[in-house]
Structures are given as structure tokens and as C-alpha cells.
């Protein structure tokens, strides 16, 4: 397999760092790309830095969101090690993993041009092909060319340029000072910058009580897995859509929507963490059933962490069973999930339709399509499922 490294601090990762390195996995025809946060770099000091945590999990969500042509993984091999980070040692141990791969380190212009000063660079260049960003336009850099000559004659190197025909033009450090100005977002993944907001990093200090819906978005973003990430700005448009042919609150609709599965990709003691701390008694059947877990949990960290409305919280609390008696956002909500566009099963384009012509009996209709595929599926039913079931009957017969 053909494998690249690209180690850097990543405080933060930004669109410049992921666009080199999707632009280094299609030109080196990678199989996969390792990044790996730097944890204490040998050439700079890390003053102010957010925690080694929050660089992973920043990296582990930029890479996410990195359209590269191979798998994209973050190592926190650096990260777990202690004393100084030298790539010397990231490579003999990464060598011991691999064995039989080829490697190639990607390396940006000013590391590229130091090579020879690093720790054992001769053993370096023998463990990988060095790969180095060119960021200008075609036809060759002097200071490049001459550095790859003397790290080939020199060390017998195997040296690659890579020219980046998209340059963006900003450095952590420039980018830092921005996030501290209120500045910034345009040089980052939604998901890498709502995880700054989140948790406050870079002097943004953000009120999350109060965030303004594209804000909110992107923290939303942040707290999700990446392939959730389309269904719930999926189910964010559907909810707005709704909200306007049914005279609701379009805000209140899109708020709930981005928060309704914040707490999804928690395992079951998170879950039970999160019940504990805000002090939420399960019912025997949510007890039992873990997919009903994130409804109750989000409504409880949108309620309490974001300080959204009693409308916005009890729409996330019953978007997965309904209740009886809903009101007309929850209602919205729990269709929204069901007919968004990513959602592709039987019978979703009855209900798409129907959605919009008489809500009470779209919704009656999910609840029965829903009710039908759990006791399919062998899945217990939830008695609220029941009971909004048999009052929708009820109120249109």
C-alpha cells in the first residue's frame, strides 16, 4: 500500500492543511493518509495552545470533512509519546506497524527546505519518499528544485514535488489571531470551526445559550458523526419547508432540527452519564432500547447547554417515538427526520407528499410505517409510539 504521512501541530487544521492533503492523496495515487497531530514540536513552541485533546479531535474532524480519493485517518501516536515529537521515531514506529508499505511524507515548503537540520535526516529519507508542497504556479521554484538535488546526491533521497494548484493563503498563527477577532470561519471545515465555538478555544469565548442559527449549525456539526452530517441538514431544510406550509415558528423548526440528534453518536454509558448529570428518569422500555436514548439525552444538552426554548426541546425529546397529542413542531420534527432527502426506503414518497397536503395524517402514517418496520425487524415497540398512533386514529376518525 502506498500510505502518506502529514504531521503537523493542527492548531487549528484549517482548509489550507486539507487541501493539500486531499490534493497529495489524488497526485501520489495514495491508498491512505495518515495525519498525526505533532505532540510537542522540536522546532517551536506551542504557547496558548488548546489541550492535546482538542488538536486531535479538531484534526479527527477536519480530516472527516477531506474529499480525498483514499481513507483519511488521524493517529495520535505523537500525541501518546512523551518527551519531544521527532518524525524519526514516527516513522521507525510506523515501520514496525507496516511493514512492506512504502511511505511518503508530506512535508510543507519551509520543513522541506530545513530537512537536512532535522534529527537523523539520512535515516529519514531511507524509511520514506519526501513529498514537498509547492505552493506556487507550474513551472518549477528555484529554492525547491535546488533542495530536492542536494537531498538526492546528498542522502539519496527519493524526492517528490507536489504542486498544489489551489493555494489558500493563510497560516494557523494569522488564523488564530482572527478566531480572537471574531474572524476567521472562512478558512475552516463548519465542523472543525463549531468545535472551537464549543469549546471556546482561541479566545472566541462564545455564548452558547445565544448563538445565532449559523453558529449553532456548525457547533451541531461538530458534535456529530460525518455521515450524520447530511441527514441532519437534510432534515433542517425539510423542517423549515414544513414550518412554512404549516405557519410555525421557521427558526424554532431549523433550531431543533440541527440539535435533534446531537447526542447520537454517544455510547450507552455516555448516555446514562448525561441522564445522571440533569437528572432524567428512563421508563423501563428506554432502559432497554438504546436508539431511544439520543432523543432524551439531546433534548436535555439543547435544553440545558444551549438554553433553547420548551417548544425547541420537547420537539428533539419526541422526534423519535411521538407522543400522544403532539404539538405541530413536534410534529414537524419527527417528519422531517423520517422523509429528509437522504432517507431512501418504501413508501417515503406517499408520505413526502402527503406531508404537505395534511399533517395529522402524514404523521399517522410515519408512526404506522415505523411501527410496522420495528415489530418487522423483531424491535420492541415503544408505548408512546402506540399511543400517538391510536390518538391520531382517534382524532381523525
Not at 13 to 35: P, Q, T, V, Y
Not at 87 to 116: A, C, H, I, N, P
Request: aromatic residues 6%; contains cysteine.
Amino acid at each position: 500500500m502506498r500510505i502518506g504521512i502529514y504531521g503537523g501541530t493542527f492548531n487549528p487544521i484549517h482548509l489550507g492543511h486539507m487541501e493539500a492533503a486531499r490534493c497529495a492523496a489524488e497526485r501520489l495515487r495514495l491508498d491512505k493518509l495518515c495525519m498525526i497531530p505533532t505532540g510537542v514540536p522540536p522546532h517551536k513552541r506551542l504557547e496558548d495552545a488548546p489541550s492535546s485533546r482538542d488538536r486531535l479531535e479538531m484534526a479527527r474532524l477536519g480530516a472527516e470533512a477531506i474529499e480525498a480519493p483514499c481513507e483519511v485517518e488521524v493517529l495520535d501516536l505523537e500525541l501518546r509519546r512523551e518527551g519531544k515529537s521527532y518524525t524519526v521515531d514516527t516513522l521507525r514506529e510506523l515501520k514496525r506497524k507496516l511493514r512492506g508499505d512504502r511511505l511518503f511524507l508530506l512535508l510543507g515548503t519551509d520543513m522541506f527546505l530545513s530537512f537536512q537540520t532535522w534529527r537523523e535526516p539520512e535515516e529519514i529519507a531511507g524509511m520514506c519518499t519526501l513529498c514537498a508542497f509547492s505552493r506556487e504556479e507550474a513551472g518549477g521554484n528555484g529554492l525547491l528544485e535546488s533542495q530536492k538535488r542536494y537531498l538526492e546526491q546528498a542522502m539519496g533521497a527519493d524526492v517528490k514535488i507536489v504542486r498544489l494548484p489551489q493555494i489558500i493563503d493563510i497560516s494557523s498563527t494569522q488564523l488564530r489571531g482572527q478566531l480572537a477577532c471574531g474572524e476567521g470561519r472562512a478558512f475552516l471545515a463548519p465542523a472543525v470551526y463549531g468545535y472551537i465555538l464549543r469549546e471556546g478555544l482561541y479566545g472566541t469565548g462564545a455564548d452558547l445559550k445565544d448563538l445565532p442559527l449559523e453558529d449553532l449549525r456548525c457547533v451541531a456539526m461538530s458534535m456529530l458523526r460525518h455521515r450524520r452530517i447530511a441527514h441532519v441538514l437534510g432534515t433542517e431544510g425539510t423542517a423549515a419547508a414544513l414550518a412554512c406550509r404549516w405557519g410555525e415558528d421557521g427558526q424554532a423548526a431549523r433550531r431543533a432540527a440541527l440539535l435533534h440528534d446531537c447526542t447520537k453518536k454517544l455510547d450507552r454509558e455516555q448516555h446514562m452519564a448525561l441522564c445522571r448529570q440533569y437528572g432524567i428518569a428512563l421508563d423501563p422500555e428506554e432502559r432497554q432500547e438504546e436508539k431511544l436514548l439520543h432523543a432524551i439525552t439531546g433534548a436535555a444538552v439543547a435544553e440545558h447547554m444551549f438554553g433553547e426554548s420548551e417548544a425547541v426541546v420537547s420537539a428533539i425529546r419526541w422526534h423519535t417515538t411521538g407522543r400522544a397529542a403532539m404539538t405541530t413542531l413536534e410534529k414537524i420534527i419527527y417528519l422531517a427526520d423520517y422523509i429528509e432527502p437522504t432517507r431512501d426506503f418504501g413508501g417515503l414518497t406517499e408520505l413526502r407528499a402527503l406531508a404537505f397536503q395534511d399533517l395529522d395524517r402524514a404523521v399517522l402514517l410515519g408512526l404506522k410505517m415505523a411501527v410496522h418496520d420495528l415489530k418487522k425487524r423483531g424491535v420492541a415497540v415503544h408505548s408512546n409510539s402506540v399511543r400517538a398512533r391510536d390518538y391520531l386514529k382517534g382524532k381523525l376518525t
